[in-house]
């Protein structure tokens, strides 16, 4: 259980989430309907409890992925570690609760990998990016697709990758593809 108090961490926005950065790993903390910023991607038309709903389940559907990928020693090269889920008691910004706006108990813990983000199918579409990193960190990006695939993780479409010089790391991924559940507006 723990208190996160914004201002102790450096922040990534997101669709779905924000991460919240500090001491080299990243909480990944789902934002509910009451979030102002849910960015088209909740159907935030419809209503609260099939916002969050939805939202839980995308959560669930990365944990899962984490979980199928833990024993593959050529994805745990290629993928952050993972500490697992986290409960989340409070989200606190500049003295004012804000844990309305967010899952308290859809958050998980990684490592905070350090480089270039970009998303996975821009740098498989670009020879000078993938062929040096390829050449360089001694690994086939084909092959670790293969891999998720092999193991039940078939959402890699919007996966990006942490590179630099020593790094290759793919994030965001998931067991399926969230479009499947998402819900609809006026169907209930």
Request: charged share 25%.
């Amino acid at each position: 259980m723990l208190t996160i108090e914004v201002s102790e961490y450096n922040t990534a926005p997101g669709a779905y989430a924000i991460v919240f950065i500090k001491n080299g790993r990243a909480l990944k903390l789902f934002k509910s309907y009451n979030h102002p910023h849910l960015d088209g991607t909740g159907k935030e038309e419809i209503s609260a409890d099939r916002t969050n709903e939805y939202r839980k389940r995308v959560y669930q559907t990365e944990v899962d992925a984490y979980n199928l990928i833990k024993d593959s020693g050529l994805l745990k090269k290629f993928t952050p570690l993972f500490y697992g889920p986290i409960s989340i008691t409070k989200v606190i910004d500049n003295g004012k609760d804000i844990s309305d706006q967010f899952l308290l108990d859809c958050c998980y813990e990684m490592e905070y990998i350090e480089g270039i983000a970009e998303k996975l199918n821009i740098i498989h579409g670009n020879s000078e990016i993938l062929l040096p990193l390829e050449k360089n960190l001694g690994f086939s990006l084909h092959e670790i697709i293969k891999e998720f695939v092999k193991l039940g993780v078939h959402y890699t479409k919007d996966s990006s990758a942490v590179y630099g010089d020593k790094v290759f790391k793919i994030i965001d991924f998931a067991t399926k593809d969230s479009e499947e559940f998402q819900p609809i507006i006026g169907v209930d």
